[in-house]
């Protein structure tokens, strides 16, 4: 007969360590998003500085082309058959 090592408490509780984590990454990421956001609405010397250096670094002709290019997409929920 075949014997787990563990029980499925520890096993619920390494689980819930690593949810842990990942939820604290998740939410601190979102902070820097945020507070960059309100860095930038606030300060407009600053996002004139961030556009202009996107301008540089990307170039004033730059045209967004979507990898899907001009095909129309595989699901289309918006269609009314």
Do not use: I
């Not at 956001?37 to 967004?64: C, I, M, P, R, T």
Request: charged letters at 30%.
């Amino acid at each position: 007969m075949y014997r787990s090592r563990q029980s499925w408490s520890q096993l619920a509780e390494r689980c819930r360590r690593w949810y842990h984590h990942w939820y604290k990454g998740l939410l601190n990421a979102s902070r820097v998003f945020a507070l960059t956001a309100v860095e930038l609405y606030l300060d407009a010397k600053l996002l004139k500085a961030v556009k202009d250096e996107f301008e540089q670094v990307v170039g004033s002709g730059f045209k967004y082309v979507p990898l899907l290019g001009d095909r129309k997409p595989a699901l289309d929920y918006r269609v009314s058959k």
